[in-house]
């Protein structure tokens, strides 16, 4: 019983439930006892998954063929009956549950494990599989001698092998060598999947080496652009051979045909994921870590997934003897289905809350990299996060995240400027796997919108994918009328325009919509239940929400990507679901004044609000102040359309009262002096982002002060004044600092100033010289000029020699653009 489905639907509708009887509406009206007695039934079922699956695996009861089918289609039931308020109808899934909780009691009984008593898998964090490149030393040599070499005619380079060897490792590791940063000063990374669209990976390639090109020195630099293309196809050498043969005579070509690693190397490598610091392997576990290494059969992609199973398991001889022996039985298989059978080892292991979030990998296209705050909040809005109090959900999501990472099932790709996720990706061979299991499991469908041949099963999934055509550009008839009848369909993550707009007003119970089209208010208000609507590209509202939206009760997130400003009604501050609202630009209206209600009940503060952007002209009164106490992150615009030379009226010194706000961004538009006024900040942001605000330097105090700041970014004229002497005691923490678009002529920084600092980044900035007192600032990793003046540009290499005196790392310098008419 692999479990992943059941829980998703149990842990579902749980959330169904306590959402209702915590935050419904009054207008909702339900019998809150059968409400709380199926809920206390749901939890039952819980805590038997959890139970069962927290047993070792070889002392696992038998449980009945098709319970995990029945305890699903039960809670499913359930929640479709809830979802579509027919009360009337809750009584026939509660004796279904009855049921079915009478099957798991037998199982109990027959299993003389205590389960409340069953060891648990270890926390320990995995070392990153993905740091170190075992066996390939020998393929680096010779493709860093291909690229740097003499050879004129040289274009392009091909790494071809069977999946899961190491391709991508062995490219990436090539793309971000020392060496080949320094020879090649253009480079640029394009993803081509198994279906791609041509015009756009040319795009892509166009859109990245646009951004690099601006970073040339000189117009009359020879250097070529390195482009390494992460070729993935499952026909590439059937195909592929006789069209790279003809191509011959148009490129010189180097083609390494990589080869499995040798059984020592493999083991090496997985002693260096399973262990931690470098420690030794216990002698105990030394010949079967032997076994586990030869069955992977030579695969690095094998072995990382396996060491990551490992490293989060008990060290003992039966964990590892069992994983030894079920890699064992993988035997006679081809290549493809082989590597899927030992990657599945590793999902069978996962522990049972993090088998839904695994398999909804599967949602996205191949290649596709994943917004890391996205994929959170979806996985949020599914209901596949348990609440852990104190902890927000964020918190908890974020954490089963790295759990996957930590078990090299998820590869970070993008981090931030201080090393937090941005983005990762999925191997191509471990989505297979999610698909395959998913697909199994009924868990989610994928479809394209030039599809035929549908899964059998789409009409009764709860999830659906649909993923864009390179076929054709316009949707089947046929493909629309059969997403139409989906009724069971909660969740639609569609990456395709034009179908959308016509699937989502027939799939009222949705809960989960994230789209590339535009949507009419009308349309959207029949979302009842959505928890998560994402909208990519510019919506049909024009520029207003009407007040219906407050019907919206269960609304968790509202992302709109588009240029047009959105007028919120006041009936937004009704929404106490609300987690994240983020558009380009809205307007948001005061709350309505009903003070008594904030005093004396929680019916209108948003305490669950963590992020709000772009609100243009947001009066920050004490009301407001007092709705949304728990928010975390906020961007503020003041437009020319703001009242009064200053900004007194709209209560910025009220920042300070929001305890919780980690990250700032306020932007002022059309002044041309100072009007702010009073000018407070919380001690809890950890990022501010200021432009426009035509502060004096002498005020850098009020920032300098706050004792968590780690990244200040101060844009187009935040604070003007020619000289800036910041004060003993300021910036303690401050490891990233951006300064652009000022007047600033002298800085009298030392190292005291900025103890922390890491990475400085001037951009149009009269500067003569960088202070010279950086240099000392042993932290300092990574200097950044643009539109600087020669004599700052000679500045920075005296820092670089002073540290070099000192004895402390070098620090990488990054010269943009100069200024030579500035001396």
């Known amino acids: 019983m692999a479990g992943a489905i059941a829980y998703a639907a149990v842990v579902s509708v749980r959330r169904v439930l306590e959402n209702i009887l915590h935050h419904a509406p009054q207008r909702i009206l339900v019998d809150k006892q059968q409400i709380q007695s199926l809920l206390e039934k749901i939890t039952s079922f819980q805590q038997f998954l959890e139970d069962y699956d927290a047993l070792p695996m070889t002392s696992k009861p038998q449980v009945e063929d098709g319970l995990e089918s029945q305890m699903a289609k039960a809670c499913y039931a359930a929640e479709d009956i809830i979802e579509s308020f027919v009360l009337d109808q809750i009584q026939a899934p509660s004796q279904k549950v009855m049921k079915i909780k009478g099957k798991m009691e037998v199982v109990k009984d027959q299993q003389p494990v ?23 030393d020998s393929h680096l040599l ?44 253009i480079r640029a990374w394009v993803t081509i999947s198994q279906e791609y669209d041509m015009r756009e990976t040319l795009l892509a390639l166009l859109h990245v080496t646009e951004i690099l090109f601006g970073k040339r020195k000189q117009e009359d630099s020879a250097n070529n652009v390195a482009k390494l293309v992460d070729i993935m196809s499952k026909h590439s050498d059937e195909q592929g051979k006789g069209k790279q043969e003809d191509s011959a005579s148009k490129f010189v070509k180097f083609v390494e045909a990589m080869s499995k690693h040798s059984d020592e190397q493999l083991g090496e490598q997985l002693r260096k994921i399973c262990m931690e610091g470098g420690e030794a392997c216990p002698l105990e576990l030394v010949e079967i870590g032997k076994q586990i290494a030869q069955s992977c059969k030579g695969l690095p992609l094998a072995l990382v997934v396996i060491g990551g199973l490992l490293a989060k398991s008990q060290r003992t001889i039966e964990q590892w003897k069992d994983v030894a022996e079920n890699l064992a039985s993988i035997i006679n298989l081809g290549n493809h289905e082989q590597c899927l059978k030992i990657l599945a080892l590793s999902y069978r292991h996962l522990p049972i809350h993090l088998k839904p979030c695994f398999l909804y990998m599967a949602t996205f296209p191949e290649d596709c990299e994943i917004r890391i705050s996205r994929l959170i909040k979806l996985w949020i809005a599914e209901g596949f996060v348990n609440p852990v109090v104190p902890n927000s959900l964020e918190d908890i999501a974020m954490e089963y995240l790295k759990e996957l990472i930590d078990r090299n099932l998820l590869i970070v790709r993008q981090q931030g400027t201080l090393g937090k996720m941005k983005s990762c990706i999925i191997h191509d061979l471990l989505r297979d796997l999610c698909l395959r299991e998913a697909q ?33 550009f316009r949707y089947n008839p046929r493909v629309l009328n059969t997403l139409r ?11 395709s325009e034009w179908i959308s707009p ?37 919506w049909d509202l024009n520029s207003r929400l009407t007040s219906s939206v407050s019907l919206l009760w269960n609304l968790q997130s509202l992302i709109v990507h588009g240029s047009c400003s959105t007028i919120l009604p006041s009936e937004i501050w009704e929404m106490t679901q609300l987690r994240h609202l983020k558009f380009e630009n809205i307007v948001l209206p005061d709350p309505p004044r009903h003070s008594h209600l904030v005093d004396s009940q929680d019916s209108y503060i948003l305490e669950n609000l963590c992020t709000l952007t772009t609100v243009e002209n947001f009066k920050l009164t004490e009301e407001v102040v007092k709705r949304i106490p728990n928010i975390k992150k906020i961007k503020i615009a003041y437009r020319n359309d703001f009242k009064g030379s200053k900004l007194s009226s709209y209560c910025l010194e009220n920042l300070a009262r929001l305890s919780k706000l980690e990250s700032l961004a306020l932007d002022i538009k059309w002044s041309k002096e100072n009007c702010v006024g009073n000018f407070a900040l919380p001690h809890s ?53 951006q300064i652009s678009s000022t007047n600033l002529e002298y800085w009298g920084a030392e190292n005291t100033h900025f103890p922390s600092l890491e990475h400085l980044v001037l951009s149009s900035v009269g500067l003569e010289e960088l202070p010279l007192g950086l240099a000392e600032i042993h932290t300092l990793r990574f200097i950044h000029l643009n539109y600087c003046s020669k004599s700052a540009v000679d500045s920075v290499e005296k820092i670089r020699e002073e540290r070099e005196s000192l004895g402390y790392e070098d620090v990488q310098i990054e010269i943009s653009r100069i200024w030579r008419w500035l001396v």
Not at 160 to 167: A, N, T, Y
Request: charged share 25%.
């Open 114 to 136: 205590n389960f409340s008593h069953a060891d648990g898998l270890s926390r320990r964090l995995a070392p990153n599989a993905n740091d170190t490149v075992t066996g390939l």
């Open 142 to 185: 010779q493709l860093k001698e291909r690229l740097v070499g003499d050879e004129p005619n040289l274009q392009m380079v091909s790494i071809v092998g069977m999946g899961g060897i190491g391709k991508t490792t062995l490219a990436r590791t090539i793309f971000d060598d020392p060496l080949i940063v320094q020879n090649f000063e």
């Open 440 to 472: 199994k499991e009924n868990f989610l469908c994928i479809t394209k919108v030039y599809d035929v041949d549908f899964p059998p099963n789409i009409q009764n999934t709860r999830r659906l994918g649909i993923h864009r055509s390179t076929k054709q």
């Open 485 to 495: 009848s989906a009724s069971s369909t909660r969740s639609v993550v569609c990456e």
């Open 502 to 538: 016509w699937l989502a007003p027939c799939l009222k119970l949705l809960r989960v919509l994230n789209v590339h089209d535009k949507y009419s208010p009308e349309e959207i208000m029949q979302l009842i239940n959505s928890r998560f609507l994402y909208f990519a590209g510019d």
């Open 685 to 737: 942001l950890k990022k501010l982002s200021l432009r426009g605000c035509y502060l004096p330097w002498e005020d850098m105090r009020i920032v300098g002060s706050l004792p968590k700041l780690e990244i200040l970014r101060l844009n187009k004229k935040a604070f003007v004044g020619e000289v800036w002497n910041p004060s003993e005691g300021e910036f303690g923490r401050l490891k990233f600092l």
